[in-house]
């Protein structure tokens, strides 16, 4: 596997990433799962630095779903709080950086100070040229579908979309990814073979990509396995090319 072969042949322009196995990791340790999750946060910081570095244009990340609210308190605490820190001491670094950051998912249930810093990355990193890491914090795709539905609704009844008009593109203007360019690239971790309730729409014509590794072990040579499989693969779309 060469990395430079494997740059010159494309690399996705969207890949999405289910961050799996920091508390596996950490158990394999016989350290509390908050140890496993420190350093899957660590990862995270470096995978996004090599996807920059090699083209990427947009990856977005699975942080905290809809459902992990049901996690034992101190595990949600810490995942609720710790970006906090994370973020505060490093920011410097983000803002000065080329890395585009935004966030997808509910923002009704976050603290007011990670809301506030949210905004503030997203409004500081917003004319970045270089990738676009995307963070979906209490984030269900079934709840995006949700609230697209009421939207939708809501803008029928107000007289401000015309029912016999909607199209699929139509659905897709009302996702949190709107504005994100069409997904290619599945990658989920740990050997769990499952989408976990994450971009079910958007994943209509993915690729998908399944590995044994745990997260906080995925360096930049998991990445380009992944990528390379990638790359193996006929994308039709639902159609047949030509020979």
């Not at 609704?153 to 016999?164: A, P």
Request: hydrophobic share 35%.
């Amino acid at each position: 596997m060469n990395e430079l072969d494997i740059i010159k042949k494309g690399v996705p322009e969207h890949i999405a990433i289910i961050l799996d196995g920091n508390g596996r990791w950490a158990k394999k340790r016989l350290m509390p799962r908050t140890y496993g999750h420190l350093h899957g946060a660590n990862n995270l910081v470096e995978i996004a630095k090599y996807a920059n570095k090699i083209g990427i244009k947009c990856m977005t990340v699975f942080c905290f779903s809809t459902e992990n609210w049901s996690r034992p308190k101190k595990e949600v605490n810490y995942l609720m709080q710790r970006p906090l820190s994370y973020f505060r001491k490093y920011k410097d670094k983000v803002f000065n950086s080329n890395v585009r950051i935004s966030f997808i998912g509910r923002r009704d249930r976050v603290s007011k100070e990670m809301l506030a810093d949210m905004v503030e990355t997203e409004e500081k990193t917003k004319n970045h040229t270089g990738l676009h890491l995307v963070l979906a914090i209490d984030y269900g795709s079934l709840d995006e579908i949700n609230t697209a539905f009421k939207k939708m609704h809501q803008e029928i009844i107000d007289g401000k979309l015309n029912l016999d008009l909607i199209d699929d593109q139509t659905v897709y203007n009302y996702l949190y990814t709107s504005q994100l360019p069409p997904l290619d690239l599945l990658i989920r971790t740990s050997g769990e073979i499952r989408i976990s309730n994450f971009l079910l729409l958007q994943l209509a014509y993915a690729e998908l990509y399944f590995t044994e590794t745990l997260w906080p072990d995925f360096d930049k040579n998991e990445l380009l396995k992944a990528i390379e499989s990638y790359q193996k693969r006929s994308r039709r779309f639902g159609g047949l090319k030509e020979k």
